[in-house]
């Protein structure tokens, strides 16, 4: 359904992307993973239409996509983007912020789908409330709402959970995400949250400076990890030297590696052990000082050597 082509997009003279291509069919969910400034939110607002791509195209189905030069107003009708900068309305209450989209021609119509995505959203006991009173997370929650009203065809999000709470946002990541696959919306979401692409996404664009490190179906991406930059956005990375276990230089997260009870390549010292509920995070650095990190069932004495071996490769 969306096929976005970007051969190269630059403001002035500072280049922001180049070589980025993928699809996406309906119902899917793509997540742009990168650090910040490698060109994220470029990449979200080229294809909502707010900026225009000389280089490049964007289609959805047969119908290119042309920008703001050829459309009087910027954005795409059958789409819906949530910014980083909530646009909702201050001084109205929620519900009123999420029936502003809606036609007003069913009143009663109306106000069932403002509860259905109110509990979408987990806002129902602030239906009456008024925006302007809300945390920067529940205005967030209602940006969200807001942009579901119309039910778009794709859904393009900025870093949509980043102002919320943990413990709220496990449960409003699953309760959103099965409510796109359940509409068939097509989404793309920008985020630096690894764990949230690996858990939700149909596949992992991973960007670098603007470029494509790595777009494949999560499991895939998790399973080709190469240098420290793609593997840090999962763990703690190490980097053991050649000659250890391979002939080549080896990027690992700490569930690849783990204490060894037999003599093995690679002894370590251990430098401190954090608790991580159902384990704890070894910190330890080898001969050459270089610090590798491993997962192990019960605190080590710091100064201890242990040999380490590879369990998960």
Same mark, same amino acid.
């Given at each position: *359904? ?59 189905? #047969?119908?290119?996509?042309?920008? +703001? ?7 795409? +009708?059958? *789409? #819906? ?36 995505? /109110?509990?979408?959203?987990? *806002? ?5 409330? *008024? ?38 946002? =496990?449960? /409003?990541?699953?309760?959103?995400? =099965? ?28 960007? #670098? ?27 703690? &990375?190490? &980097? ?20 060894? &009870? ?8 251990? #430098? ?42």
């Amino acid at each position: *359904m969306l096929k976005v082509s970007i051969e190269r997009f630059s403001y002035e003279e500072n280049e922001i992307l180049k070589n980025v291509s993928f699809s996406l069919q309906k119902g899917e969910h793509l997540a742009v993973l990168g650090e910040s400034g490698c060109g994220k939110t470029t990449l979200l607002h080229l294809v909502y239409g707010l900026l225009h791509l000389e280089n490049g195209s964007i289609f959805w189905g #047969k119908k290119q996509l042309l920008g +703001p030069h050829f459309n009087l107003i910027p954005g795409e +009708p059958f *789409m #819906k983007l949530v910014a980083q900068e909530y646009n909702v309305m201050p001084f109205i209450t929620v519900a009123e912020n999420i029936a502003t989209h809606l036609s007003r021609r069913n009143m009663e119509a109306d106000k069932k789908r403002v509860h259905e995505l /109110l509990e979408v959203v987990e *806002m129902e006991a602030f239906s009456e409330i *008024m925006v302007k009173t809300l945390s920067g997370g529940q205005k967030q929650r209602v940006a969200l709402a807001k942009a579901l009203a119309k039910e778009p065809e794709v859904l393009l999000l900025d870093e949509p959970f980043s102002n919320i709470d943990t413990f709220r946002k =496990n449960a /409003l990541r699953r309760k959103l995400f =099965n409510y796109l696959k359940e509409k068939r919306i097509a989404c793309i979401t920008a985020t630096h949250d690894a764990e949230e692409a690996l858990a939700f996404a149909d596949k992992i664009l991973m960007l #670098k400076d603007g470029t494509v490190e790595l777009y494949d179906r999560p499991k895939a991406v998790f399973g080709n990890l190469k240098t420290p930059y793609q593997a840090g956005f999962f763990g703690e &990375v190490s &980097v053991l030297p050649k000659g250890v276990f391979s002939s080549e230089e080896i990027v690992v997260l700490p569930h690849q590696l783990g204490v060894s &009870v037999t003599e093995t390549p690679l002894r370590v010292t251990i #430098k401190h052990s954090f608790f991580k509920g159902g384990f704890y995070l070894i910190e330890a650095f080898m001969n050459n000082g270089d610090t590798v990190f491993f997962h192990y069932k019960e605190a080590i004495e710091k100064g201890s050597k242990y040999y380490v071996k590879l369990v998960d490769r």
